[in-house]
């Protein structure tokens, strides 16, 4: 029987790899190379990333630095069952440290290496960010209300609405949805948009909440490589009425609890729940509100009808019971006198 040896190092063997023996083998595989030193790109204003030619969303610092590693490493292709662990250690403010503990197989073969590399963080402002700070934006939101002054909740309800849309869609990695700027007038606010399609999502994000509707008009604003260049004003409007409002509509007269493409509410006059295609009412005017409403006297119940005291003239009044009054005669009942007579007004809505 011939003994055989390695041809590189002289020693007896029995298994050869590649020719060579165990020790010779292992020797010259590198498991894996890193540079010593590797850059990332980070936004200081934002904390956006840039990774694979783009910017994209902010993560955490550590975990873009753990991606950079990972992204540099070189393996040997006949590496398998490679378990890796990086820990990233933070020297300074733009500095991290990270240390590569790998272990695999090599053609059966268990190989294990250690190493430190260093992650320089290059800030520099994203696109986005440049875009803001440059005033660049393609549309204005503008909301205001039918016939009526917004109130102070509704314009903050519409700002977060704007806020939430347009972080969802930065976090959809759509990068213009921004908002630009936001200006309170005594009309209403204007939010400026970084993209058009965001005006649009967000006008229609507000009309799901509270109804009403839009009109788009484009603005010839100049040009860009031989390109038209548009600005969309939006022109929001929220619904001429709200919660709370008491109206004539037609025949009726409401409570509202919402008003957008339908109205809802509580028919006073019945006490039964109202609603109706907003388009389909002829003739709908505003009463008064339900907080305008005063105290007065039930009289009587005569089940199909009550009495009450007219506050003002002290006279008692015979109207229709609604269904939702519980209160005893001698009770004291909240009521509004309107252009359509005397109604109750129930103490809470309840639907
Ligand atoms: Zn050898
Ligand atoms: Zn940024």
């Given at each position: 029987m011939?003994?055989?040896?390695?041809?590189?190092c002289g020693n007896n063997a029995d298994v050869f790899y590649e020719n060579v023996c165990k020790n010779c083998f292992i020797k010259d595989k590198k498991l894996?190379?890193?540079?010593?030193?590797?850059?990332?790109?980070?936004?200081?204003?934002?904390?956006?990333?840039?990774?694979?030619?783009?910017?994209?969303?902010?993560?955490?610092?550590?975990?873009?630095?753990?991606?950079?590693?990972?992204?540099?490493?070189?393996?040997?292709?006949?590496?398998?069952?490679l378990d890796i662990t990086l820990s990233p250690k933070q020297l300074d403010y733009s500095r991290y440290r990270v240390h590569i503990d790998a272990k695999a197989m090599i053609k059966g073969m268990p190989v294990e290496i250690e190493q430190d590399t260093e992650v320089r963080i290059s800030w520099e402002t994203c696109d986005t960010c440049s875009r803001i700070s440059g005033g660049y934006f393609e549309g204005i939101v503008q909301v205001?209300?039918?016939?009526?002054?917004?109130?102070?909740?509704?314009?903050?309800?519409?700002?977060?609405?704007?806020?939430?849309?347009?972080?969802r869609s930065q976090e959809k990695g759509d990068r213009l949805a921004f908002i630009a700027k936001t200006e309170e007038l005594g009309e209403g606010t204007d939010f400026y948009v970084g993209s058009i399609k965001l005006g649009k999502q967000i006008c229609r994000a507000v009309i799901d909440v509270f109804g009403g509707k839009f009109t788009e008009s484009p603005k010839l604003v100049g040009q860009k490589n031989g390109e038209d260049l548009y600005r969309i004003t939006y022109a929001l409007r929220l619904p001429e009425f709200v919660r709370g409002d008491i109206i004539s509509a037609d025949d009726r007269v409401i409570e509202v609890q919402t008003c957008g493409k339908h109205v809802?509410?509580?028919?006073?006059?019945?006490?039964?729940?109202?609603?109706?295609?907003?388009?389909?009412?002829?003739?709908?005017?505003?009463?008064?509100?339900?907080?305008?409403?005063?105290?007065?006297?039930?009289?009587?119940?005569?089940?199909?009808?009550?009495?009450?005291?007219?506050?003002?003239?002290?006279?008692?009044?015979?109207?229709?019971?609604?269904?939702?009054?519980?209160?005893?005669?001698?009770?004291?009942?909240?009521?509004?006198?309107?252009?359509?007579?005397?109604?109750?007004?129930?103490?809470?809505?309840?639907?």
């Amino acid at each position: 029987m011939t003994a055989l040896f390695c041809p590189k190092c002289g020693n007896n063997a029995d298994v050869f790899y590649e020719n060579v023996c165990k020790n010779c083998f292992i020797k010259d595989k590198k498991l894996l190379e890193c540079p010593a030193v590797l850059f990332a790109k980070i936004c200081p204003v934002c904390g956006s990333v840039y990774k694979r030619g783009k910017w994209s969303t902010k993560e955490d610092e550590s975990e873009t630095i753990i991606e950079c590693v990972k992204g540099s490493l070189k393996l040997d292709n006949q590496v398998s069952d490679l378990d890796i662990t990086l820990s990233p250690k933070q020297l300074d403010y733009s500095r991290y440290r990270v240390h590569i503990d790998a272990k695999a197989m090599i053609k059966g073969m268990p190989v294990e290496i250690e190493q430190d590399t260093e992650v320089r963080i290059s800030w520099e402002t994203c696109d986005t960010c440049s875009r803001i700070s440059g005033g660049y934006f393609e549309g204005i939101v503008q909301v205001r209300a039918e016939k009526r002054i917004p109130t102070k909740e509704e314009l903050g309800r519409c700002k977060d609405i704007a806020e939430s849309v347009s972080a969802r869609s930065q976090e959809k990695g759509d990068r213009l949805a921004f908002i630009a700027k936001t200006e309170e007038l005594g009309e209403g606010t204007d939010f400026y948009v970084g993209s058009i399609k965001l005006g649009k999502q967000i006008c229609r994000a507000v009309i799901d909440v509270f109804g009403g509707k839009f009109t788009e008009s484009p603005k010839l604003v100049g040009q860009k490589n031989g390109e038209d260049l548009y600005r969309i004003t939006y022109a929001l409007r929220l619904p001429e009425f709200v919660r709370g409002d008491i109206i004539s509509a037609d025949d009726r007269v409401i409570e509202v609890q919402t008003c957008g493409k339908h109205v809802s509410g509580i028919d006073l006059e019945t006490g039964k729940r109202f609603i109706e295609n907003f388009n389909d009412l002829i003739q709908v005017k505003k009463l008064c509100r339900s907080q305008d409403a005063v105290s007065a006297v039930l009289v009587a119940d005569e089940g199909k009808t009550i009495q009450v005291m007219d506050p003002d003239t002290y006279e008692s009044i015979t109207i229709r019971r609604p269904e939702f009054l519980s209160a005893e005669p001698g009770n004291e009942i909240k009521i509004v006198k309107t252009a359509k007579g005397i109604f109750v007004v129930p103490e809470k809505i309840t639907f």
